[in-house]
């Protein structure tokens, strides 16, 4: 029997990008599906929360994804733009946002298409992992799609005119997210039990295996 996890993904947390080799690892060394389901930043969805926060936790964020990063392995740099445009010193964000909507509308495509997980892998390499310098400018995320054996004009064609239906389809998304127990990411789902974090991967795994989670053949 093959077993199902969700996996909320957001393309602005450094967390859900650090650890995507191990959510595809799930995936390839289990018997198990792995439902990607790809929500806004808490910037967009609570953006009051960064101005709420204690001063000191934005330097802690910043030495501590850089030090995972290390920890692991990964190649690791904050993207150029950030996928959400922010005020820093006054920890504002502004509703004019040029990058996420179309990120997190590709990554519902992405998904619909069955390449959900590719397509994080390969996007989120390219924005967090490359140093691409202006990623959302030239074929960077086209090249980046056709990685994921995706075409990304024929996905934007789908999107276009249809806006309404995608956001749609991430608002499930997050409701689904606050249902299981949780608002961050990246957050997976197993049995409505939630398992925040790219440091609780081993904990969900060794969840799944009670449930008889086996060894992919």
């Given at each position: 029997?093959?077993l199902?996890v969700?996996?909320?993904?957001s ?21 198990l599906?792995?439902?990607?389901r790809?929500v ?12 709420q926060?204690?001063?000191m936790?934005?330097a802690y ?23 959400v445009?922010m ?8 509703k ?6 179309r990120?997190?509308r590709?990554?519902i495509e992405?998904?619909n298409r069955g ?8 996007i ?6 490359k140093?691409?310098?202006?990623w959302?400018?030239g074929?960077?995320l086209k090249?980046a799609?056709?990685r ?11 999107i276009?005119g249809?806006?309404q ?8 998304n ?6 299981c127990?949780h ?35």
């Amino acid at each position: 029997m093959t077993l199902q996890v969700d996996l909320f993904w957001s393309f602005r947390s450094p967390y859900s990008y650090l650890g995507m080799e191990r959510f595809k690892q799930l995936e390839r060394d289990w018997n198990l599906t792995v439902n990607v389901r790809p929500v806004y930043p808490i910037a967009i969805r609570t953006p009051e929360f960064f101005s709420q926060v204690n001063l000191m936790w934005p330097a802690y964020l910043m030495k501590d994804v850089f030090r995972v990063a290390e920890h692991l392995g990964v190649p690791f740099q904050w993207p150029d733009p950030d996928p959400v445009v922010m005020d820093m010193k006054t920890r504002t964000i502004p509703k004019e946002q040029p990058y996420i909507h179309r990120l997190t509308r590709l990554g519902i495509e992405a998904v619909n298409r069955g390449r959900g997980l590719a397509f994080l892998d390969e996007i989120s390499r390219t924005i967090w992992g490359k140093a691409v310098k202006n990623w959302h400018q030239g074929d960077h995320l086209k090249d980046a799609t056709a990685r994921a054996g995706l075409d990304l004009a024929a996905m934007e064609q789908s999107i276009e005119g249809n806006e309404q239906a995608y956001e749609d389809a991430i608002k499930v998304n997050e409701d689904a997210l606050e249902k299981c127990g949780h608002w961050g990411v990246p957050t997976l789902a197993f049995k409505g039990e939630p398992f925040f974090g790219q440091d609780r991967i081993d904990m969900c795994l060794w969840r799944m295996k009670q449930a008889g989670l086996e060894p992919r053949t």
